[in-house]
């Protein structure tokens, strides 16, 4: 992001949001501005870290993660759990805080909130035993897991604090101290976090830092973090990978997709539209996860389509501050960009649009129309890229190897969904998707102990469950000879 910096002045500052170091407020002589998406207004100021503040806390984790990682493990236990209660405690603050910076309605933003209380009360609870690998008379060995030091959090701007407690949460239980930039355009709702924090954890363990793309080169390649987890897009991924390349950093990388739904010919068109709606348009599609593919056998693709057609019609798309609005808008000017090229491309090359394709560039807000695009072809732009936006190809489909291969044809593979009452059939094509996760007629279900990662280039790593918590971690094998 190419930001724009501003000089400090008296009442530009909101000194509500302010950066966490140390367990202390921090602020800074630049300030970034933050836009309410659903007015195209900047509403908040927040800090620019320098350099200076960034080393300062890394010191603060490096210098709090003795004690934190020798702390029983009941201890921080106890600490992760009283953020969670903190955060229930302030939950309609942040709940209003989310969808004026990031745009998401109402609805949304209780999953969201709601989501993070939950994750780091059933994170707290998870723990990664000493494993016994021999113990005879002659030997005993083990393996254990043991806490990497300090850690850099690079969350993004579609989900902001859930995907920072997804960082946050197993990072502090495995016993490392961790530093957080959240994304510029949605920084609100993670400043205010570290701040609750204060008090809760001990100084130095969450330290919160805010700023542009400058400050995110600038953790990639520090030498005092030991791992990077980063959320966001792959051509990001790629640079983050490069820069931790050079002291060899820890990595875990949960980049984008480009998510395929394989419709069955026996499914109820009427019954199926709804869930396939929001599998592609929840968050106004702006999620990794979001069906961006939908494969439609041939047997009921206009009934269908014309379903999710009428289906569409009765969901409100705009402001998510008011009561009935259902998708908000896209939620920065350089996305809103970018999700116009999808429609102007579609328009060049004569697409049929089953519903929308026409933005409304006067609207108040960054507000896009959900579009469906009637079968593209597989050489779509649409197709071949991720929009992360509200414009869905929907697409034919005859035989089923054939269908496997075209989802399977692209450097994605982060989720997938198959809808069909033969559940036989359906877990057979499922098992031959290449995707971290595969839903069958159900879609966006996550679990605290459910691993969530992708395949190719959605990715490296994991996070949630024990394998996600191990993410955090060395292994390190233990053998005593106790007859020497």
């Not at 407020?25 to 509403?43: G, I």
């Not at 966001?232 to 990388?253: C, F, P, Q, W, Y």
Request: glycine letters at 8%; aromatic letters at 8%.
């Amino acid at each position: 992001m190419n930001s724009v910096v501003s000089e400090l002045s008296p009442g530009l500052l909101d000194s509500s949001y302010t950066m966490t170091i140390n367990g202390k407020s921090a602020v800074s002589q630049l300030t970034l501005p933050v836009y309410n998406p659903a007015k195209r207004e900047a509403f908040a100021q927040v800090p620019v870290a320098t350099r200076a503040q960034l080393d300062e806390a890394i010191d603060a984790g490096r210098s709090a993660f003795p004690a934190w990682s020798n702390s029983p493990v009941e201890v921080r236990q106890a600490a992760v759990t009283a953020l969670a209660d903190r955060l229930e405690e302030r939950a309609e603050e942040f709940m209003a805080l989310l969808t004026r910076e990031q745009g998401k309605p109402r609805a949304g933003a209780e999953w969201e909130v709601g989501g993070s209380i939950h994750w780091l009360r059933e994170i707290a609870k998870q723990r990664l035993p000493e494993e016994v690998i021999e113990d005879t008379k002659l030997r005993r060995v083990i393996t254990r897991y043991t806490p990497l030091g300090v850690v850099g959090a690079i969350t993004p701007w579609n989900f902001p604090i859930l995907l920072a407690i997804w960082k946050i949460a197993p990072a502090l239980m495995a016993g490392n101290a961790i530093v957080v930039k959240p994304s510029p355009f949605t920084p609100l709702t993670t400043l205010r976090l570290g701040e609750l924090a204060q008090g809760v954890l001990p100084d130095g363990v969450l330290n919160v830092v805010s700023g542009d793309d400058d400050l995110g080169r600038w953790m990639t390649s520090h030498p005092g973090l030991d791992k990077i987890s980063f959320t966001g897009s792959t051509e990001t991924g790629r640079h983050v990978m490069r820069s931790a390349a050079d002291n060899i950093k820890r990595i875990t990388l949960e980049l984008g997709g480009n998510d395929p739904a394989i419709v069955l010919p026996d499914v109820d068109p009427e019954t199926v539209a709804p869930q396939l709606f929001w599998a592609a348009f929840q968050n106004n599609a702006q999620f990794c996860q979001a069906t961006k593919r939908l494969f439609i056998h041939e047997d009921v693709y206009d009934s269908v389509r014309d379903a999710l057609v009428a289906y569409a019609r009765t969901v409100k798309v705009g402001d998510g501050a008011e009561d009935d609005t259902q998708i908000g808008p896209i939620q920065n000017l350089q996305q809103y960009e970018k999700v116009k090229e999808f429609f102007e491309d579609s328009r060049v090359h004569g697409h049929t649009f089953a519903l929308g394709g026409q933005i409304d560039e006067n609207a108040t807000g960054w507000v896009v129309p959900v579009t469906l695009v009637d079968n593209p072809p597989e050489s779509s732009k649409l197709v071949v890229e991720e929009p992360f936006g509200p414009i869905l190809p929907l697409l034919k489909w005859k035989d089923e190897a054939d269908v496997i291969a075209r989802a399977n044809d692209t450097i994605w593979g982060l989720g997938a969904t198959v809808w069909s009452k033969d559940l036989e059939a359906a877990q057979r094509i499922g098992s031959q998707i290449e995707a971290g996760t595969v839903w069958i007629n159900e879609v966006h279900q996550y679990s605290p102990d459910q691993a969530f990662g992708g395949h190719k280039q959605s990715g490296i790593g994991c996070e949630n469950s024990l394998h996600g918590l191990m993410e955090y971690t060395n292994w390190q094998t233990i053998t005593l000879n106790k007859v020497s």
